[in-house]
Structure formats: structure tokens, C-alpha cells
């Protein structure tokens, strides 16, 4: 039963640095999103993909790269973090035939100093 | 291009009162979904409520139901009977229905509306 599963939930980064945030899924979801919450701004579409092998730049894509190489993995890389990508992200699948809902992770807090 | 707006930073409504959030959107596609989510302080996503452009109903669950006005693209969220519990984030979304497998898909949120239900 676990669905959509972020980690890690919590990173610190100093600026420069790198970092991959796995997104796993177990519902056989052809679709996977990214998005950064910050305050007064929503929910913002980094990258999505329609299925394995696929990526799509969503509304703020610079900055990040995004992989799909297998259907239940979706990876969002920072190359050179920077203070402006302190963020919450989040992950979120969905089933392209039955698409009515979209399914989230937990978050993942991330703080780049 | 794919727009939501949800205009209402704010809103205040008392318990037991209905409340309406107001969701509008822009798009040229004839097919799409509405979502409407609630985030409580606690951080997770909830789905609430989905509407389908060609349902000519619009959709009820529970407490939650939808305002689907299709010509004036908006997509209100009502809450019936208002409860403390209801005190939250409510984020509007819109999602391209492709016709076509590998294209559309993508999946965007208005800027949220943050409620707060007074006891």
C-alpha cells in the first residue's frame, strides 16, 4: 500500500552542490509529475513525463534535469544547487486510461545554504 | 496555454455555513479534467473532487461539490456544513486529457486559497 513514495523527506545543501530526489511509484502510473511548492505561489510544474522514456518541461523547468528511465522511477536532479531552488517538491502520478485523480508524495524539504 | 487562477488568497467562513471557492481556468483544449485538492497544515496532498470536461453533471462528493460553469471556464468548489477540520489549503488543477497516447498530460494548480473555518 504505498503508493507514491519521496525521498529523501528532509536535505540540506550548501550551494553548488548536487543531489537526485527519487519519485517511486506502485500503481503501474503512466504519468509523473514534479513540482517546488513555495509560499504564495502554489503548486509550480517543474517536469512531467507521460510514460517511460518521456520527459516534458513543465512552467520552471531551469535548473532541474528529470529521468524516466523505468516506468516507476521518476528522478529530479539539481546539477548546482542555488538558494532560490529551497523548495518543497513534490511527486505525483496518475493513470492515463482512469485519470481522475493524480496521487502525491509526502514532500521532500529541501534547503540549499 | 494552460492557465488556473483562483483569486481568493484567503477566505474566512463560519462552522456549519457553506463556503465557495472560486477556481477559473484557460485553456484551448476541447478535453480536460478539473481537480480540486485540500492541503492541511500537516503538508499532504488530498484529493477532493474531479470533473470532467463533457460530464454535463457537476460533480459531487460528500460535503465537496462542483460548479462547473464550462462557458465561463470555472470550476467552483463548494463545502457544505463547514467543519474545523476544513481549515486548509484548497489548490484548483487542471489537467490536459490527450487524445492521442505520449502527448498532453501535463498537470497544473492554481495558487491556492487558504480557508479558515471560525468555530
Known amino acids: 500500500n504505498a503508493g507514491v513514495t519521496q525521498t529523501p523527506k528532509f536535505r540540506v545543501l550548501k550551494t553548488g552542490q548536487s543531489m537526485t530526489l527519487l519519485c517511486a511509484q506502485d500503481?503501474?502510473?503512466?504519468?509523473m509529475y514534479w513540482y517546488r511548492q513555495d509560499p504564495g505561489m502554489g503548486l509550480r510544474l517543474i517536469h512531467y513525463?507521460?510514460?517511460?522514456?518521456?520527459?516534458a518541461k513543465g512552467e520552471v523547468p531551469d535548473g532541474y534535469n528529470v529521468s524516466r528511465l523505468k516506468k516507476q522511477n521518476f528522478l529530479l536532479g539539481l546539477e548546482s544547487a542555488a538558494p532560490s531552488q529551497t523548495s518543497v517538491y513534490f511527486c505525483?502520478?496518475?493513470?492515463?486510461?482512469?485519470?481522475?485523480?493524480?496521487?502525491f508524495g509526502q514532500g521532500t524539504r529541501l534547503t540549499v545554504v | 496555454a494552460q492557465k488556473i487562477t483562483q483569486t481568493q488568497p484567503g477566505m474566512f467562513v463560519q462552522e456549519k455555513e457553506a463556503v465557495t471557492l472560486d477556481c477559473t481556468y484557460d485553456?484551448?483544449?476541447?478535453?480536460?479534467?478539473l481537480f480540486w485538492y485540500k492541503q492541511p497544515s500537516s503538508g499532504e496532498m488530498i484529493f477532493l473532487i474531479y470533473?470532467?470536461?463533457?460530464?454535463?453533471q457537476n460533480a459531487t462528493e460528500g460535503r465537496y461539490s462542483l460548479n462547473f460553469q464550462k462557458a465561463r471556464k470555472s470550476a467552483n468548489l463548494v463545502i457544505s456544513a463547514s467543519q474545523l477540520g476544513d481549515s486548509a489549503m484548497y489548490f484548483c488543477?487542471?489537467?490536459?486529457?490527450?487524445?492521442?497516447?505520449?502527448?498532453?498530460?501535463?498537470?497544473?494548480f492554481g495558487q491556492g486559497t487558504e480557508l479558515s473555518v471560525k468555530p
Open positions: 505525483a502520478s496518475s493513470n492515463r486510461a482512469d485519470s481522475t485523480e493524480a496521487f
Open positions: 500503481m503501474n502510473h503512466e504519468y
Open positions: 513525463s507521460v510514460g517511460e522514456g518521456t520527459t
Open positions: 485553456t484551448s483544449d476541447q478535453s480536460y479534467g
Open positions: 470533473q470532467g470536461s463533457y460530464d454535463e
Open positions: 488543477a487542471m489537467r490536459e486529457m490527450p487524445a492521442v497516447y505520449n502527448q498532453g498530460g501535463k498537470l497544473i
